[in-house]
């Protein structure tokens, strides 16, 4: 993204080469669910994109299809979704939820470790540096009511997640990622809501921080957005369009204005390919910065993401997915430029529930001058029991400025689980 490293304030790109620009996020979508001809997200999820507080179908499904599974199913018998699968692991089956409540939640910690390995831009090479990442802990509630759907969520933070903080509670930051009310229609395949809602834009992927996110800012960690939305959930179509009326979290002059969508038709049952576009304006650019360190200021910015997305599983298993991005900025007093984004990774489910990532990402921020900035990175992925799994990522990420270049390494280990 253009001027994303080159214009930050330089703290910013040492905690970048740390390490943390490889810590996955919030848990919640998994893209490479087209291995078990599941194309679409909606069935799955309130979201029609995918992410976020699950359907008791999605809850099943995860039970069924996500878990390892220790034993076989009773003879002559298909395996059947326990109490496990629901809310609380089923402790609150007897309280009578009404079947037009969803209940869920989420927590993710983590233990990051990096190096720089080498750098010519004047930082340090410190010794290995190991920290703990509260990533999240989110409660969600879901409504629906006949056509009438309502999703939100309300979780606290030590820190980060700036763009969905909603106020302080002492030391803790209240951060709400989603909230959202809406009308479905057209024998469900359609939806129109409005509220703070995940951008549509690419690859709906829990790694909230690699490039083809952080650069097309589309997370589902905490640049949400708030705006009207109108989504389609078909056989072989399905897209969402939103126009962007800018975070009401944060202050009115750092705003965004414009629009995000995206379209993906399902070629089969486990292939699919989709096209992106996005184009915001803001008076002030949040993530942009001009002038030296010190005393930079943010210009007002026109900036504009378009790319392609696929994915595809030849075999049950092995699921390939890739995203590229070209990506434009128009900052207030400087001339256009051009960069891109490019992510592609392979998914091995070795067993059920056992899956090993292998993630390559390319990224330059501007089209002129120094060679991409790239990374590689092994993700073992368990889930070893119902509602949580363990992860751990090794990682290699070369990130290069106009002023230089530095290498890190490191490994982040995360234990997640949901409600």
């Known amino acids: 993204m253009g001027g ?15 390490g943390i620009a490889l810590v996955p996020g919030r848990s919640d979508g998994y893209p490479w669910m087209i291995r078990h001809d599941y194309t679409g997200c909606a069935v799955c999820h309130v979201d029609p994109s995918g992410s976020g507080l699950l359907t008791q179908y ?34 609150l089956d007897g309280a009578h939820i009404p079947d037009w409540l969803l209940l869920g939640g989420s927590f993710r910690g983590a233990v990051l470790g990096n190096k720089l390995v080498s750098n010519d831009v004047g930082f340090p090479n410190p010794a290995w540096n190991v920290q703990y990442v509260q990533m999240q802990a989110d409660l969600y509630a879901g409504v629906s009511i006949g056509h009438f759907r309502a999703d939100g969520s309300l979780g606290v933070l030590p820190s980060g997640g700036k763009p969905a903080v909603v106020t302080n509670i002492g030391s803790w930051e209240l951060v709400s990622r989603q909230h959202w009310i809406g009308y479905e229609f057209g024998d469900n395949a359609f939806l129109l809501r409005a509220g703070r809602i995940n951008l ?19 997370d589902i960690n905490s640049f949400q957005q708030d705006g009207v939305a109108f989504s389609y959930a078909g056989d072989k179509w399905r897209g969402e369009l939103m126009a962007i009326l800018g975070n009401f979290q944060i202050t009115p002059i750092f705003r965004e204005y414009g629009y995000s969508g995206y379209a993906e038709l399902s070629l089969t049952k486990n292939a699919a390919i989709g096209a992106s576009s996005l184009l915001t304006y803001a ?4 993530v942009l910065k001009a002038g030296p360190p010190g005393n930079e200021f943010s210009p007002s910015n026109l900036r504009q993401a378009h790319g392609l997305f696929a994915r595809y599983s030849p075999v049950r298993l092995l699921v390939l997915l890739a995203e590229w991005d070209f990506l434009v900025q128009s900052p207030f007093g400087s001339p256009a430029y051009l960069g891109y984004a490019g992510f592609l990774q392979g998914d091995v489910e070795i067993i059920q529930g056992v899956h090993l990532f292998e993630t390559v990402e390319l990224f330059r921020d501007r089209t002129d001058g120094a060679t991409p900035s790239y990374a590689f990175w092994l993700t073992p992925n368990w889930f070893f029991a119902p509602h949580a799994d363990i992860r751990l990522d090794l990682f290699l990420q070369r990130q290069v400025e106009v002023r230089g270049s530095a290498t890190a390494i490191g490994f982040v280990a995360m234990l997640h689980f949901y409600l």
């Not at 549509?200 to 589309?218: A, D, K, M, Q």
């Open 283 to 286: 008076k002030r650019d949040i």
């Open 4 to 18: 994303l490293l080159v214009r930050l304030a330089r703290p910013m790109a040492v905690l970048f080469i740390g």
């Open 58 to 91: 999605g809850r099943a499904q995860g039970e069924l299809l996500l878990l390892t599974q220790y034993s076989p199913p009773p003879a002559g018998q298909e395996r059947e979704p326990g109490r496990l699968a629901n809310f609380l692991w089923g402790a």
């Open 200 to 218: 549509p834009f690419g690859l709906r992927n829990i790694e909230h921080t690699s490039w083809v996110r952080r650069s097309t800012r589309t």
